[in-house]
C-alpha cells in the first residue's frame, strides 16, 4: 500500500501533490503504513482515503479502488449507518465502538460483518480545526459468528438438558449449589427452588439421609458414584409429607482446567418407585397365575370326576362335563377380561360357583338383595367367591356329598357410609382347622375388594369355615 499510495495522482484529488501535505498527515501514513492493525485515513473536506494492507481485505473487491476515492463512495452501501459517525469525528467528536454490525457488499453479494473500531478527529494545528480523521479497526465477523453458533449449540443443549425425562442438575463447588435443574429435576424435589442454594439448604431432608458425603466424595476424589434401586425420603413439596421414594441415580464428576480439578458434579436420577412396584406385582401376578392354573386343572378334575361319578351314562356324563366346563368358561371371561362393566352380586357369584353345582339350590343356599359392582370391585369379588368355591370343593363342604354352603349379603354402614355385608359359610364337611401357612389363597381373599375400603374376615370353625367381607359402596359400586 505504500507503494499504491507513493504511485496514485494525488494531483487529480483536492489533496494535491504529496509535497504539499501536512505533517500531520504525513506522520499519520507512517504509523498506519507500519502497523500490521486495520487502519485507514480520510482526509479534507471531501474525506478521501488512504488505507494499509491491513485494511485492504475489508474492502473486499472494492481495493484497490478505493484509494483515494471520497469516503461516501466507497462505502455507499452502509453510509446510512458510518456515515453519521464520520460526521460527528469531522464535528470533534471520537467515537469507539466494540461491535457493530453492516451488510456490506463486497464480493458481489451482501454479506453481514461485525467490526470493532474507533473514530478519531485529527486537527490542524495551526486552527485546530478538524481537517481529518484516523481509524484503527479490527474485522470481528468471524469471531461473532462463531460466538453466536457457540450460543446457538449452548442454547440447543440446555435445551436437551430441559427436555431430558431424567430428573437432571448440576452442581458447584464444595457447597453443591445448584446452577442448573430440569423440570424434571424440579417436579422430583416437588417444585422447590433450588438454583443458587447449597443441596444442604435447597434439600435438607437428601443432606440428612447422607447424600451430602456421597457428593463430597465424588468432589473429592474425581470418581463417580452409580446408586440403583436406592430409597430415598425426601418432600415433594415445602410442607409436603417425607414420602420413600426409589431412585437410581449418578454423581458425575466436571472437570475444568487441569486433568484432576473437579469443579462441580453432574446429577442425573430416575424415579423407578412405580417400575419397581409393577414389576413385583408382575412377578406376583405370575405366580398367581401359575396358583390359578393348578386350581383350574383341580376343578376340572374335579367336575370330570363328579360328572362320571354319578351319570348313568356316557352321553349323560358327556353333557355335565360339557355343560360345566361352559359355566367355567364363562367365570373366566368375567375373571380375565373384566369385560362386564356391572354386574349384580347374584350373577358374580352364581358365574363363580355354576360349575360346582348340578341343580340349583343343591349345594349353595345364596340370598340377598339386587345390588351392583362396577367392572373392578366385581372382577375382585368374583376371585374372592371362586377361591372360596375351589377351596371348599378341594378341602371343605363341597369335597363330600352332604355338605352345603350358605351364602348371604345384605346392606349394611361402614364408618357412615353405604356398604355392603357378604357372609359365606360351610357346613357338613370334614372338620376344619387353620392352616399352617398363607398361601395366595388366603392373601386374595382376605385383600378384600381391590379399589374400595373393605374389612375382611376368615374364621376356620370345626364345624365349616366362616368368611365375611364388609366393603364400602362409595367405589366398589357403580356411579
Given at each position: 500500500?505504500?507503494?499504491?499510495?507513493?504511485?496514485?495522482?494525488?494531483?487529480?484529488?483536492?489533496?494535491?501533490?504529496?509535497?504539499?501535505?501536512?505533517?500531520?498527515?504525513?506522520?499519520?501514513?507512517?504509523?498506519?503504513?507500519?502497523?500490521?492493525?486495520?487502519?485507514?485515513?480520510?482526509?479534507?473536506?471531501?474525506?478521501?482515503?488512504?488505507?494499509?494492507?491491513?485494511?485492504?481485505?475489508?474492502?473486499?473487491?472494492?481495493?484497490?479502488?478505493?484509494?483515494?476515492?471520497?469516503?461516501?463512495?466507497?462505502?455507499?452501501?452502509?453510509?446510512?449507518?458510518?456515515?453519521?459517525?464520520?460526521?460527528?469525528?469531522?464535528?470533534?467528536?471520537?467515537?469507539?465502538?466494540?461491535?457493530?454490525?453492516?451488510?456490506?457488499?463486497?464480493?458481489?453479494?451482501?454479506?453481514?460483518?461485525?467490526?470493532?473500531?474507533?473514530?478519531?478527529?485529527?486537527?490542524?494545528?495551526?486552527?485546530?480545526?478538524?481537517?481529518?480523521?484516523?481509524?484503527?479497526?479490527?474485522?470481528?465477523?468471524?469471531?461473532?459468528?462463531?460466538?453466536?453458533?457457540?450460543?446457538?449449540?449452548?442454547?440447543?443443549?440446555?435445551?436437551?438438558?430441559?427436555?431430558?425425562?431424567?430428573?437432571?442438575?448440576?452442581?458447584?463447588?464444595?457447597?453443591?449449589?445448584?446452577?442448573?435443574?430440569?423440570?424434571?429435576?424440579?417436579?422430583?424435589?416437588?417444585?422447590?427452588?433450588?438454583?443458587?442454594?447449597?443441596?444442604?439448604?435447597?434439600?435438607?431432608?437428601?443432606?440428612?439421609?447422607?447424600?451430602?458425603?456421597?457428593?463430597?466424595?465424588?468432589?473429592?476424589?474425581?470418581?463417580?458414584?452409580?446408586?440403583?434401586?436406592?430409597?430415598?425420603?425426601?418432600?415433594?413439596?415445602?410442607?409436603?409429607?417425607?414420602?420413600?421414594?426409589?431412585?437410581?441415580?449418578?454423581?458425575?464428576?466436571?472437570?475444568?482446567?487441569?486433568?484432576?480439578?473437579?469443579?462441580?458434579?453432574?446429577?442425573?436420577?430416575?424415579?423407578?418407585?412405580?417400575?419397581?412396584?409393577a414389576e413385583k406385582m408382575q412377578r406376583l401376578l405370575n405366580q398367581?397365575?401359575?396358583?390359578?392354573?393348578?386350581?383350574?386343572?383341580?376343578?376340572?378334575?374335579?367336575?370330570?370326576?363328579?360328572?362320571?361319578?354319578?351319570?348313568?351314562?356316557?352321553?349323560?356324563?358327556?353333557?355335565?362335563?360339557?355343560?360345566?366346563?361352559?359355566?367355567?368358561?364363562?367365570?373366566?371371561?368375567?375373571?380375565?377380561?373384566?369385560?362386564?362393566?356391572?354386574?349384580?352380586?347374584?350373577?358374580?357369584?352364581?358365574?363363580?360357583?355354576?360349575?360346582?353345582?348340578?341343580?340349583?339350590?343343591?349345594?349353595?343356599?345364596?340370598e340377598g338383595p339386587p345390588i351392583e359392582f362396577g367392572s373392578q370391585?366385581?372382577?375382585?369379588?368374583?376371585?374372592?367367591?371362586?377361591?372360596?368355591?375351589?377351596?371348599?370343593?378341594?378341602?371343605?363342604?363341597?369335597?363330600?356329598?352332604?355338605?352345603?354352603?350358605?351364602?348371604?349379603?345384605?346392606?349394611?354402614?361402614?364408618?357412615?357410609?353405604?356398604?355392603?355385608?357378604?357372609?359365606?359359610?360351610?357346613?357338613?364337611?370334614?372338620?376344619?382347622?387353620?392352616?399352617?401357612?398363607?398361601?395366595?389363597?388366603?392373601?386374595?381373599?382376605?385383600?378384600?375388594?381391590?379399589?374400595?375400603?373393605?374389612?375382611?374376615?376368615?374364621?376356620?370353625?370345626?364345624?365349616?369355615?366362616?368368611?365375611?367381607?364388609?366393603?364400602?359402596?362409595?367405589?366398589?359400586?357403580?356411579?
Amino acid at each position: 500500500m505504500g507503494e499504491r499510495i507513493r504511485a496514485f495522482d494525488w494531483s487529480s484529488t483536492s489533496l494535491g501533490h504529496p509535497s504539499g501535505w501536512p505533517e500531520t498527515l504525513r506522520t499519520l501514513i507512517r504509523v498506519m503504513l507500519a502497523s500490521r492493525q486495520p487502519m485507514f485515513i480520510a482526509w479534507g473536506p471531501e474525506r478521501r482515503m488512504l488505507y494499509n494492507d491491513g485494511y485492504a481485505p475489508l474492502c473486499g473487491n472494492k481495493h484497490p479502488g478505493a484509494l483515494g476515492r471520497r469516503f461516501e463512495e466507497v462505502w455507499a452501501d452502509i453510509i446510512d449507518d458510518v456515515g453519521p459517525i464520520m460526521d460527528a469525528a469531522y464535528a470533534g467528536v471520537p467515537t469507539y465502538m466494540e461491535d457493530i454490525q453492516f451488510v456490506m457488499r463486497r464480493y458481489g453479494r451482501d454479506e453481514e460483518t461485525h467490526f470493532s473500531f474507533g473514530y478519531t478527529p485529527v486537527r490542524d494545528e495551526a486552527s485546530d480545526t478538524v481537517v481529518g480523521m484516523f481509524c484503527t479497526c479490527l474485522e470481528i465477523t468471524s469471531e461473532v459468528l462463531l460466538s453466536r453458533e457457540r450460543e446457538r449449540e449452548v442454547a440447543r443443549m440446555r435445551e436437551l438438558f430441559e427436555q431430558a425425562p431424567a430428573a437432571t442438575a448440576v452442581m458447584s463447588g464444595r457447597d453443591h449449589v445448584f446452577e442448573i435443574a430440569n423440570a424434571a429435576y424440579i417436579r422430583l424435589v416437588g417444585n422447590r427452588d433450588v438454583i443458587g442454594r447449597p443441596l444442604r439448604e435447597a434439600l435438607p431432608e437428601i443432606a440428612e439421609q447422607g447424600f451430602e458425603t456421597l457428593l463430597d466424595q465424588v468432589y473429592a476424589t474425581g470418581l463417580a458414584y452409580v446408586g440403583s434401586d436406592v430409597p430415598i425420603e425426601f418432600r415433594r413439596g415445602v410442607n409436603a409429607p417425607v414420602e420413600t421414594r426409589i431412585l437410581d441415580f449418578v454423581f458425575q464428576p466436571i472437570r475444568s482446567g487441569g486433568a484432576d480439578k473437579v469443579r462441580g458434579i453432574f446429577v442425573q436420577a430416575a424415579d423407578v418407585t412405580e417400575k419397581r412396584a409393577a414389576e413385583k406385582m408382575q412377578r406376583l401376578l405370575n405366580q398367581e397365575l401359575s396358583h390359578r392354573m393348578k386350581n383350574q386343572l383341580a376343578v376340572v378334575q374335579s367336575i370330570v370326576t363328579q360328572s362320571l361319578r354319578n351319570a348313568s351314562s356316557l352321553d349323560e356324563a358327556r353333557g355335565k362335563v360339557t355343560g360345566r366346563l361352559e359355566v367355567l368358561a364363562r367365570a373366566h371371561d368375567m375373571l380375565l377380561t373384566g369385560k362386564t362393566e356391572r354386574a349384580t352380586i347374584a350373577d358374580i357369584v352364581a358365574s363363580a360357583i355354576g360349575h360346582h353345582e348340578d341343580e340349583p339350590g343343591l349345594r349353595f343356599d345364596i340370598e340377598g338383595p339386587p345390588i351392583e359392582f362396577g367392572s373392578q370391585a366385581a372382577l375382585s369379588l368374583a376371585l374372592v367367591v371362586q377361591e372360596l368355591s375351589t377351596n371348599a370343593a378341594k378341602y371343605g363342604a363341597l369335597s363330600v356329598p352332604e355338605g352345603r354352603v350358605t351364602i348371604r349379603w345384605n346392606e349394611a354402614e361402614l364408618n357412615g357410609e353405604r356398604a355392603l355385608d357378604f357372609a359365606w359359610k360351610e357346613t357338613g364337611g370334614p372338620p376344619v382347622s387353620p392352616p399352617t401357612g398363607r398361601g395366595f389363597g388366603s392373601r386374595l381373599v382376605l385383600g378384600g375388594i381391590s379399589g374400595a375400603v373393605s374389612h375382611p374376615t376368615l374364621d376356620f370353625e370345626p364345624d365349616g369355615l366362616r368368611y365375611r367381607l364388609l366393603v364400602s359402596l362409595a367405589r366398589a359400586a357403580p356411579r
